[in-house]
């Protein structure tokens, strides 16, 4: 089965920048998707296809991925992106999520 | 605007059945698929299986395939799940998401709680 592997947390100081990586087997043929859920919240869309932002997801949110890891990157964190971040892809027409990564802005 | 909007929280005794709706507004119901996803008090996501409006092909979690029944009301633009045998483990939210085969899940509606319990 296809496995995604997140780390459980992330801190990063308000301004700076967060990366939350994401590995698995079979990232490098299938895209990679991010999710930002917030406490109480439904999740939401951030990164999709790798590296596209949907619209009104602000720039400071990026996606990249490289072999079988992805990324994704928050530049100049604020205190709002304090949130669960879950990868996402495809394998055979199941999708999977990664564990989730809590995000600590403090 | 697109809106999914599902329907209110559910508590089941375990061995029962329960179906949860979720209502598509703001876009046109068969050009999209509809995924169904679970979380546990505490947990993660879970991906519980995908329908398409279109055509009504469905995929399912394999360790969900042999509970869980989807279906869609074009005339309602609405999507349901049903899960049954009901076990304690079956506790979370219930989340429908609207995505594309092989692609993102792009608006999810509120989620329902379903509980499991005796």
């Known amino acids: 089965s296809h496995e995604l592997t997140q780390p459980p947390s992330v801190s990063v100081s308000p301004g700076q920048t967060a990366s939350i990586t994401c590995s698995g087997d079979k990232l490098g043929h299938q895209f990679s998707f991010w999710y930002q859920q917030k406490p109480g919240q439904s999740p939401v869309l951030v990164i999709y296809r790798d590296n596209r932002r949907p619209s009104g997801i602000p720039e400071r949110f990026s996606g990249s991925s490289s072999g079988n890891t992805a990324t994704l990157t928050i530049s100049g964190t604020q205190a709002m992106d304090e949130a669960d971040y879950y990868c996402q892809a495809w394998d055979s027409s199941t999708a999977v999520f990664g564990g989730g990564t809590k995000l600590t802005v403090l | 605007q697109v809106q999914l909007v599902q329907s209110g929280a559910e508590v089941k005794e375990p061995g029962a059945s329960v179906k949860v709706s979720c209502k598509a507004s703001g876009y046109i119901f068969t050009t999209y698929g509809i995924n169904w996803v679970r979380q546990a008090p505490g947990q993660g996501l879970e991906w519980v299986g995908w329908?398409?409006?279109?055509?009504?092909?469905?995929n399912y979690a394999q360790n969900l395939q042999d509970r869980v029944t989807m279906t869609t009301d074009s005339s309602t633009s609405t999507a349901n799940m049903e899960l049954r045998s009901l076990r304690s483990d079956d506790t979370a939210v219930y989340y429908c998401?609207?995505?594309?085969?092989?692609?993102?899940?792009?608006?999810w509606g509120q989620g329902t709680l379903v509980t499991v319990s005796s």
């Open positions: 998401a609207r995505g594309r085969n092989y692609d993102s899940f792009d608006y």
């Open positions: 329908i398409s409006p279109y055509n009504g092909n469905t």
